[in-house]
């Protein structure tokens, strides 16, 4: 079982940065795929970034936001970020990490451990 718990969300201005991070419970947590969706009130939740296992870690972006968002990991500390910038107000969501034992998972956004989510608001 893993644990996820997300943080450092809250309200900026459109062209402001933020960074989230998550913490994982999971005793091997350098095992673990990890990723970044969000869902925006009425729509669907959309993939935005994943880290590959180990300390390589490959990634990949959802095309909405290449270029502006990077996913990192610290396997030390258990933790998954999402550094964003240039934020836009279509940013606005509600940010979940995820965890899956395969990077396939995350990507196609069936991964096998969801947190409870952190809260992002761009104003215009």
């Known amino acids: 079982q893993v644990q996820l718990v997300e943080s450092g969300g809250g309200l900026v201005q459109a062209g402001a940065s933020l960074r989230l991070s998550c913490a994982a419970s999971?005793?091997?947590?350098?095992?673990?795929?990890m990723g970044w969706f969000r869902q925006a009130p009425g729509k669907e939740r959309e993939f935005i970034a994943a880290i590959k296992r180990g300390g390589g870690g490959s990634t990949y972006y959802g095309d909405s936001v290449k270029g502006r968002f990077t996913i990192s990991r610290d396997n030390a500390k258990n933790t998954v970020d999402l550094q964003m910038n240039s934020l836009k107000p279509e940013d606005t969501a509600l940010y979940y990490c995820a965890a899956d034992l395969t990077f396939h998972k995350i990507v196609v956004m069936t991964p096998q451990y969801w947190g409870q989510g952190t809260q992002v608001t761009v104003s215009s």
């Open positions: 999971a005793r091997t947590f350098s095992s673990y795929a």
